[in-house]
């Protein structure tokens, strides 16, 4: 997830290569810096592996979201709520509702974020 640089002691750099090109790149970097903080501050240990299986889809992903008390305390409980909301209330359900009707799943969120204007 993350890539380390270090080409000298001055040039070192992260990036982190979870987060898709669509995300916000605001919101990555305040729930990033919030998981940092909470391992400093609860002296987490990195696990040697993965255990528990990453979501698979974005009502997955906003299932753990929602459940996230680090998360949701650092964004702000009132962010999360828009945040699920808006999520679960346009995309998922212009998706589901695309699929109901036949179309596939694929061009309708490509239509969803990517379409030019």
């Known amino acids: ?24 790149p605001y919101v990555v970097m305040a729930a990033t810096v919030a998981a ?4 400093l501050v609860n002296r987490l240990e990195l696990p040697d592996k993965m255990e528990e299986k990453l979501p698979s889809s974005l009502s997955e ?13 650092a ?25 109901e009707d036949g179309r596939d799943e694929m061009e309708v969120e490509r239509e969803l974020y990517f379409k030019l204007l």
Do not use: C, Q
């Open 1 to 24: 997830m993350l890539r380390i640089v270090t080409t000298s002691p001055r040039t070192t750099y992260i990036e982190n290569r979870l987060p898709s090109s669509a995300a916000n």
């Open 36 to 39: 940092g903080i909470d391992g």
């Open 61 to 73: 992903a906003l299932s753990a979201l929602e459940a996230d008390k680090v998360l949701s305390d």
């Open 75 to 99: 964004l702000g409980e009132e962010f999360i709520r828009w945040f699920l909301k808006l999520k679960r209330e346009v995309e998922i359900a212009k998706v589901s509702k695309a699929k």
